[in-house]
């Protein structure tokens, strides 16, 4: 991630360039007044999209499954491993 030092006069004059490309580019600013940086300016967090209710049916439907003798050997280490930490 690219951090570019600007004067604040340089932030005021440009804010909406700056805010442009820490939206697009991912870039960040850092802001100093004389030789002080005095803010920082950065990409927020985007969350990831989730999933739909239906999104979510078609997600299961997907998944691999377990034969029978992988589906007994599963339950039956589940149950080994309960029994250990009780």
Do not use: W
């Not at 604040?8 to 600013?29: C, D, M, P, Q, W």
């Not at 850092?30 to 999104?55: H, M, N």
């Amino acid at each position: 991630m690219s951090v570019y030092l600007i004067s604040e006069a340089e932030a005021k004059r440009s804010l909406s360039l700056i805010f442009h490309r820490v939206n697009t580019e991912g870039v960040s600013y850092e802001i100093k007044r004389g030789k002080v940086s005095v803010a920082s300016i950065i990409p927020a967090e985007r969350k990831k999209p989730g999933l739909t209710v239906g999104e979510l049916k078609g997600f299961f439907e997907h998944l691999p499954k377990l034969d029978d003798g992988d589906a007994l050997n599963f339950e039956s280490g589940i149950h080994q491993i309960r029994s250990q930490i009780s």
